[in-house]
């Protein structure tokens, strides 16, 4: 079955990556189903896409757990900010965390995967353009949060997530992103949105978080 978002936003993809000369493959779609139900989202798993990204726990808790009961090899990427209360449930239910941000929250999410028996794919949430309502670890202090999710935790750190500021050209933030994650020896970068995800791919994404693009405008 073919979705036509999917379809465009994936051609887009395979474009990104080829005018990048890279590899489509080393490109992960997450398509960011926030706000949108089971009906608007089977028709996206039905047309092949398997990895999806949800900003809120709550949210997700309602609708996941049956989607996964129905297509078990989803993959489910949070990508909003982690409240520590929430630890266990998204542990439980996601796949992957994109808002590692605080000691705190590193602390909490060893403790569960360990609990649970569970790693889960994690990356450090960088607050690139310093906004004081964003989440994210300060850039300058980015190396040190790493080595302490690494060293007091135990966590590994598969990369890290930018969310540039509304109003600024990306590409500067997503070079930032990049280049942090090199001096740290991480391979993926978690950048990109509907509005500038071939940028991002140029700049060496690996996985873009696409909602709107795909699932057309939130209510
Ligand atoms: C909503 C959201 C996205 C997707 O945004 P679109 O503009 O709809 O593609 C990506 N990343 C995060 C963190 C989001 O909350």
Avoid at 32 to 51: M, N
Avoid at 128 to 146: M, N, V
Wanted: proline fraction near 7%; aromatic fraction near 4%; include cysteine.
């Amino acid at each position: 079955m073919v979705h036509e978002g999917l379809k465009k936003v994936l051609n887009g993809v395979v474009a990104a990556a080829q005018e990048a000369n890279r590899a489509p493959e080393s490109v992960t779609l997450i398509a960011v189903s926030k706000t949108f139900d089971g009906p608007e989202i089977v028709p996206v798993i039905e047309a092949g896409q398997r990895v999806f990204g949800e900003n809120r726990v709550q949210e997700a808790k309602g609708k996941w757990p049956a989607l996964k009961m129905a297509w078990p090899d989803v993959e489910l990427h949070l990508i909003g900010p982690l409240q520590s209360n929430k630890t266990a449930e998204a542990v439980q239910l996601f796949d992957a965390i994109h808002t590692v941000d605080r000691p705190k929250i590193a602390g909490e999410i060893a403790k569960e995967m360990r609990k649970q028996g569970k790693p889960l794919k994690l990356f450090v949430q960088v607050n690139t353009g310093r906004e004081p309502q964003k989440a994210g670890i300060d850039p300058a202090e980015a190396d040190a949060f790493l080595r302490e999710c690494r060293d007091a935790h135990g966590l590994e750190i598969a990369g890290l997530m930018c969310i540039p500021p509304a109003e600024e050209d990306p590409k500067p933030h997503f070079e930032l992103l990049a280049e942090i994650a090199r001096r740290n020896g991480l391979s993926q970068l978690s950048m990109g949105m509907s509005g500038d995800y071939p940028a991002a791919i140029a700049c060496g994404a690996t996985h873009v978080r696409v909602g709107s693009a795909i699932f057309g405008t939130r209510g």
